[in-house]
């Protein structure tokens, strides 16, 4: 219930957070068009005269609504409209992407919801339905072996130790008296044996309790060294520290895909870096739905084959079909393209996983 509640804030944070990148231009609600009329006329935050919804000087509202109802009206507003341009949006953006992408970038803005607005809320979207469907995650990468278990090892491992601190005293004696030790060396040869498998064992019944290890690697990298050694003493929280980094940097993903697509088109000059941020960004948002519905379908059993097939072939088809429109490209010319763009896209989340790792690991 906790995580159904958190999930559906995300997504009204979602919601609220993309209308607020949002221009107002081109409502035409009742609310819209009759109060400007109100205050005698003149904008509320410069004295200019209005002469429609909003101040022509300023931008702001000719409407400033001073009451807990209209809050709770922005708020319904802002979560189930967003506009209305949502619904204009999304069919273009599976459908047909490339010619969203070339009406945006050509100035249709008040048609559809802007590349950042979207990725916004699709972010919010795409993490609230992790929290939603695998909220136990972490607890059950953080839940410890017993203490019974653990009780239990210890007393086996100290035990054994007695042993062989005995069988070596025996040792040391038969030695200085010269008499044979042949059956002293055998046994604390087992003995030890034995002690190091119990240390295996119980380090192997952690792992897998906790079904989750991080590496014993030694990077020769003190902060990292010990960031590793963090992790490994309590993946939880690393796996929640992960999870929240990404969810807070997942923008920039933009900014290391968009010089990839630049150099896709390095001999057209008619195309700008704006050009391909408003590519990349409708990109991502689309791979991040696909990624929603992919997950929502193994819940509700849809055959694992069928997701597998659908996260191999979708994206490429997809991002060849965006290339064609945005582009105006030819099939072969959108097809060595596409097939270059995924191997920047696959480079461009490694490099996003890796940076991800190496924050998370010395923060």
């Known amino acids: 219930m906790t995580g159904d509640i958190g999930a559906t804030a995300d997504i009204a944070t979602g919601a609220l957070v993309a209308r607020a990148f949002e221009p107002r231009a081109g409502e035409t609600g009742p609310a819209a068009v009759a109060d400007h009329a109100a205050h005698d006329g003149l904008c509320l935050n410069c004295g200019t005269r209005l002469i429609g919804a909003h101040c022509h000087a300023c931008g702001q509202s000719g409407h ?71 909220g136990e995650l972490t607890e059950t990468i953080a839940k410890p072996t017993t203490a019974q278990q653990q009780a239990a090892f210890s007393r086996e491992i100290q035990k054994a130790r007695v042993q062989l601190a005995n069988a070596e005293r025996e040792r040391a004696a038969a030695v200085r008296d010269g008499k044979p030790n042949g059956d002293l060396d055998t046994q604390i040869l087992v003995l030890r044996g034995t002690i190091s498998a ?60 968009v010089p990839f697509i630049a150099l896709l088109f390095l001999g057209r000059r008619r195309h700008h870096l704006y050009d391909h941020a408003i590519f990349v960004t409708y990109s991502i948002a689309f791979m991040m739905l696909l990624a929603i519905v ?47 763009l995924l191997n920047f896209a696959f480079t461009v989340l490694l490099a996003f996983i890796v940076l991800l790792l190496l924050h998370g690991l010395t923060e």
């Open 294 to 340: 992919l997950m929502l379908g193994a819940i509700v059993g849809l055959p694992s084959g069928w997701i597998v097939m659908a996260a191999l072939l979708v994206p490429p088809v997809h991002l060849f079909a965006q290339l064609r429109g945005a582009y105006a490209l030819r099939k072969r010319s959108a097809g060595w393209r596409t097939v270059a």
């Open 64 to 134: 400033v609504h001073r009451s807990l109802g209209a809050i709770g009206h922005e708020i319904a507003h802002g979560v189930f409209h967003f506009e209305g341009k949502i619904w204009r949006t999304l069919p273009l953006l599976i459908l047909h992407p490339g010619t969203l992408t070339r009406r945006y970038v050509a100035g249709e803005r008040v048609r559809f919801v802007s590349p950042l607005a979207l990725f916004l809320f699709t972010v919010f979207l795409m993490f609230a339905t992790i929290g939603t469907l695998g």
């Open 198 to 257: 119990l240390n295996t064992a119980a380090g192997q019944e952690a792992r897998d309790k906790d079904d989750f290890t991080f590496t014993d690697l030694k990077t020769g990298w003190p902060k990292l060294d010990h960031g590793i050694a963090k992790a490994n003493a309590n993946p939880g929280l690393m796996i929640y520290k992960l999870q929240t980094s990404a969810y807070k940097y997942s923008w920039g993903l933009i900014p290391l895909s």
